[in-house]
C-alpha cells in the first residue's frame, strides 16, 4: 500500500536511506575516496546506482511519475556508469542494460520531440512511447537492474554470504517495503498532536461577493497574523471548529493600513464546496454554513494533504490553469455575450484587451470566448473608499477543433461566477506563426489557433470585400489571397488596377502577373476615338475598345500556359462615346459650308470596369454553368471603380455600376466572382457590397462603414472596428466557413516576400 508523504518527510526518508547505504559500503570495505570520485573501483557501481538514482529518485526527484525528461538523465546516468566500468567483463549482462538503457534514451528523446504533433496518428505514438517511458525509464527499475547485475557479479561469493544477503536485503527493502515510510509516518502524526497544523493564520472572511468568491480583511498591525499570501496561494477558511473551506487566493487589494485578500473557493463537480478537516487534513464532505465561528483563514501547504484531498485540489480546473487565470462569469450574461468580472492580467506580455481569446466550461466542455469591449466600475471597501474595476464583454466563438482547425457551435451559457481563463498560455513561436502563415490566413489573437481558407471556391464566385482605412494592411491581404488562390485552384485572376502597384507588388509575392497588351488596345481605338456616327450609340471608340478588350480576355482566360494573373488599368485607356444624335453645323458663308457634329464624352474608369466585367461573364456563360470558380475580378480602389449613386459624377458612372452589379449577381452561377478592396464604404456601391459573402474588416473610423458593417458582424463588432491593432481584422464568410464574425490575427508579410526582391523600404506599412 502507498504511504502518501509530505515533501519534508520523503528528504528525512532519502537522508535515512543514505545513511544506511554509506554504513553497508563502509562495512563491505568500499574506499572512501570513491565517495568524491576518486579510485573509484568497479564494485561501486551498486552503490552509486542505488544512493544517486533509487533513493533519490524514490523520495526526491521521482516520487509520483516518471517524466520523459527523468528517463533520459536516468538512461544517461546508466550509460555512463557503465562506460567508466575498466572490466567489463566481469559485469553481468553488460552488453543488454547498456542497449537497453539506449534504447530508453532514444525512445524519451522521440517522445519529448513528437509531444506537441497535430498529427493524429503521431499523437498515437507518443501515447505508447510515453507509457513505456515512464516504467521502463524509472529510476526504481531502470537502476535497480544496474544495482542486481553489479550485486551478482561482485558480491555473489560462497565465501562471504552475508555481504551478499546484506546488500540483497538492502535493496529489497528499499523498492518493495514501507517499512521505514510508515515508521516515520506515525513519528510526524505522533508529533503533530502537540502542534497547531490549521496553518499560518491570514486575517477574517469578512464579506462573500459571490458564492464562490469570498473578501478576506488582514491588518499589517496585527501580530497575530503570522502570515502572508500571494496570487495561487491555498487557503482554507474556517466554517467550525477545525473544519475549513478549501480556495485559493487571486487577488489583492491595499488601503492605508488595511489589506484585503479575494479568496475562490474550490467546489466539486456536483457544485459543492471542497471542505478539509484542518488537522487531519482530510475531506469533508457534510453540508454547512461558510459563516460560523471566527471565519479565520489560514493558509495550506498542498504537501500536507491526503493523496485524494490532493488529486481534487490538483484537478480543479482553476487551479490547474491558475497561471492563466482572467476572472469569472458576471451577472447579466446570455447565449452570445458574456461579462466576465477581470480579477487579474498576467502581465505585459499577456493582458485582456480586444481580441483576447478566453475560456471557460459549459456542460464540462472548453468553450472559447473573444473579448470585444469593456466598462469600468466602482466597489465600496470601508466607509468613503471605493475600488475601481472592469466587467469585460466577450462575444462566444465556440469549440475548437484543432483536427479540423474549426470552431465548432457550442450550445448555452456558462454558470454564473465560473472561473475564465486566458485560452493559451506562454507565446507563440516564430516557427510555428510561420507555419501557420502558409497554411492559414490567420490565427486567433495570441494562439496557435490557426484560420485555415476553407473554401476557395466560395473565396471567389461568393465574393470577398476587404475594408478598412489607408495604410492598414488591406493590400497586403489581397496580394496573399491571391498567391494562394491562384496555387490552390484554376481560376484566373484579373485585376482592375489603377494603383499601378500591382504588377511589381505579385511579384514580390513571388507571383507574376502579366499586363494586358495596351499599346495594341490603343492603337486599334486612337484612329476613331472622336468618330461620329448616325446611330449614335456607334460613335466614337466605344465599341473598338469592346472588341480589342474581349479579344485580350478570351486569349487570356483560354490559355493553358503562362501567368494566371491579368493586370488592367482603366486609366491607362481612352475611350469615347457619342452623347446625341448627329446634327449639321455651318462652318462658312458659302451655301456648303456645313459640317456633320455631334457632342463626345470621355468615359470614365467605373464605365470601363463595367464593359470588363460584361465581357468577363459572357465568356464564363458561353463555357456554361459550374461550381468551380473560373474568373476572379479585383477591383483595387473600388470606390472609384464600382461608386455609390451618390458618389458617381455623372449618369454614366451610375449606370456602369449598376451594370457591373448585375454580373456580380448573376456571376456564381458560370464561376465568376470579385474581390472588393477599399478604405471608403461609404462611396462604395452597397448593392456590390451587399452580394460579398466573405468580409475582412480591418480598422474603420467612419460611421458609414461602421454602420454597413454592423448588419454583418453585429453592432458589438462594428464598435471594436476603431481599435484593431495592426495587422487586425474582423473576419466572417462561407470561405472561411466561420459561422459567426471573429477578430484574427493576420499573417506577417515577411513570410511571403520574395528573399530575390528588393526589400521595400516601408514593408511593414501598407503599400
Known amino acids: ?42 564494485y561501486s557501481i551498486w552503490f552509486f546506482s542505488a544512493a544517486l538514482m533509487i533513493v533519490m529518485g524514490k523520495y526526491i526527484v521521482e516520487p509520483y511519475f516518471t517524466k520523459p525528461s527523468d528517463a533520459i538523465v536516468n538512461a544517461m546516468t546508466v550509460i555512463i556508469a557503465l562506460v567508466g566500468l575498466k572490466e567489463k567483463e566481469l559485469f553481468l549482462g553488460y552488453t543488454a542494460i547498456f542497449y537497453y538503457a539506449l534504447i530508453v534514451l532514444l525512445v524519451s528523446i522521440l517522445c519529448i520531440t513528437i509531444k506537441d504533433t497535430q498529427k493524429k496518428w503521431l499523437r498515437k505514438v507518443n501515447e505508447a512511447l510515453y507509457l513505456f517511458v515512464k516504467d521502463a525509464g524509472s529510476a526504481r527499475f531502470l537502476f535497480s537492474v544496474v544495482y542486481i547485475s553489479a550485486t551478482y557479479s561482485y558480491f555473489a561469493d560462497p565465501k562471504k554470504p552475508i555481504v551478499f544477503i546484506t546488500v540483497a536485503a538492502f535493496w529489497a527493502i528499499l523498492v518493495f517495503s514501507n517499512v521505514v515510510e510508515s515508521l516515520i509516518k506515525k513519528i510526524s502524526t505522533l508529533l503533530g498532536v502537540f502542534k497547531n497544523k490549521k496553518g499560518e493564520r491570514l486575517g477574517v472572511a469578512i464579506g462573500c461577493e459571490n458564492p464562490s468568491l469570498y473578501k478576506v480583511e488582514i491588518d499589517f498591525y496585527d501580530k497575530k497574523n503570522n502570515g502572508d499570501a500571494e496570487y495561487g496561494d491555498l487557503v482554507a477558511m474556517e466554517t467550525s471548529s477545525n473544519i475549513g473551506s478549501v480556495g485559493m487566493v487571486i487577488n489583492k487589494k491595499y488601503l492605508l493600513n488595511k489589506r484585503w485578500l479575494s479568496v475562490y473557493l474550490f467546489r466539486d463537480e456536483e457544485g459543492n464546496p471542497i471542505r478539509i478537516n484542518l488537522q487531519s487534513k482530510k475531506r469533508i464532505t457534510d453540508d454547512r454554513s461558510i459563516f460560523a465561528q471566527d471565519n479565520g483563514v489560514y493558509l495550506i501547504d498542498a504537501d500536507s494533504l491526503g493523496a485524494d484531498e490532493k488529486d481534487i485540489i490538483y484537478e480543479n480546473i482553476l487551479f490547474k490553469n491558475k497561471d492563466n487565470f482572467v476572472g469569472y462569469i458576471a451577472a447579466g450574461s446570455n447565449i452570445n455575450l458574456v461579462n466576465f468580472s477581470v480579477i487579474r492580467d498576467i502581465g505585459e506580455e499577456k493582458n485582456v484587451s480586444e481580441g483576447s481569446i478566453l475560456k471557460t466550461t459549459i456542460y464540462g466542455d472548453e468553450v472559447l470566448y473573444q473579448v470585444i ?21 466577450a462575444r462566444k466563438l465556440g469549440k475548437y477543433n484543432r483536427e479540423l482547425k474549426e470552431l465548432d457551435v457550442s450550445k448555452w451559457v456558462p454558470d454564473i461566477y465560473s472561473p475564465v481563463f486566458f485560452a493559451y498560455s506562454g507565446t507563440v513561436g516564430s516557427e510555428e506563426i510561420e507555419r501557420i502563415a502558409h497554411n492559414s490566413i490567420g490565427r486567433l489573437p495570441e ?5 485555415p481558407i476553407k473554401d476557395y471556391a466560395s473565396l471567389i464566385t461568393h465574393n470577398t470585400a476587404i475594408l478598412g482605412i489607408l495604410g492598414i ?6 496580394y496573399e489571397l491571391i498567391t494562394k488562390i491562384v496555387e490552390k485552384t484554376s481560376a484566373k485572376v484579373i485585376c482592375i488596377d489603377i ?19 495596351e499599346s495594341r488596345i490603343n492603337t486599334v481605338i486612337s484612329s476613331s476615338y472622336v468618330r461620329i456616327n448616325k446611330d449614335k450609340h456607334k460613335g466614337g471608340n466605344y465599341e473598338e475598345f469592346k472588341m480589342a478588350i474581349e479579344e485580350e480576355l478570351v486569349k487570356f482566360i483560354d490559355a493553358t500556359t503562362g501567368s494566371k494573373i491579368l493586370i488592367i488599368n482603366p486609366e491607362n485607356f481612352f475611350v469615347s462615346i457619342q452623347t446625341n444624335d448627329i446634327k449639321p453645323k455651318k462652318i462658312g458663308p458659302g451655301q456648303n459650308d456645313w459640317e456633320d457634329q455631334a457632342p463626345m464624352r470621355d468615359i470614365s474608369v467605373a464605365e470601363i470596369t463595367r464593359i470588363i ?43 456602369a455600376t449598376s451594370g457591373t452589379a448585375k454580373v456580380i449577381l448573376q456571376g456564381r452561377k ?4 470579385c474581390f472588393v478592396i477599399t478604405q471608403r464604404t461609404a462611396n462604395i456601391s452597397k448593392s456590390i457590397l451587399n452580394q460579398c459573402n466573405t468580409i475582412f474588416a480591418l480598422r474603420v473610423f467612419d460611421d458609414t462603414g461602421k454602420d454597413f458593417l454592423s448588419n454583418y458582424i453585429g453592432k458589438d463588432y462594428a464598435d471594436a472596428l476603431s481599435t484593431l491593432e495592426e495587422r487586425c481584422a474582423i473576419t466572417i464568410g462561407k470561405g472561411l466557413r466561420l ?24 514593408e511593414g506599412e501598407e503599400i
Open 473 to 478: 494592411g488591406k493590400s497586403c491581404l489581397t
Open 613 to 655: 466585367s460584361e465581357i468577363a461573364l459572357d465568356i464564363c456563360k458561353k463555357r456554361g454553368r459550374t461550381k468551380e470558380p473560373r474568373c476572379l475580378l479585383v477591383y483595387e480602389e473600388a470606390h472609384s471603380l464600382v461608386p455609390e449613386w451618390s458618389s458617381a459624377s455623372n449618369e454614366g458612372e451610375e449606370r
Open 739 to 762: 459561422k459567426q464574425p471573429v477578430i484574427i490575427k493576420l499573417n506577417d508579410q515577411k513570410f511571403f516576400i520574395s528573399s530575390d526582391t528588393e526589400q521595400d523600404p516601408l
Open 670 to 673: 458560370y464561376g465568376l466572382g
Open 373 to 393: 469591449n469593456g466598462n469600468t466600475k466602482e466597489e465600496h471597501l470601508e466607509n468613503f473608499d471605493t475600488h475601481g474595476y472592469v466587467i469585460g464583454i
Open 1 to 42: 500500500m502507498k504511504i502518501n508523504l509530505t515533501q519534508r518527510e520523503r528528504i528525512f526518508i532519502a537522508i535515512l536511506y543514505l545513511s544506511i547505504l554509506t554504513l553497508i559500503y563502509h562495512l563491505i570495505g568500499g574506499n572512501a575516496d570513491a565517495v568524491f570520485g576518486i579510485n573509484i573501483k568497479d
Open 499 to 517: 494603383t499601378n502597384e500591382y504588377t511589381e507588388e505579385l511579384a514580390r509575392y513571388g507571383c507574376g502577373a502579366s499586363s494586358i497588351d
Open 447 to 451: 494562439t496557435d489557433l490557426e484560420i
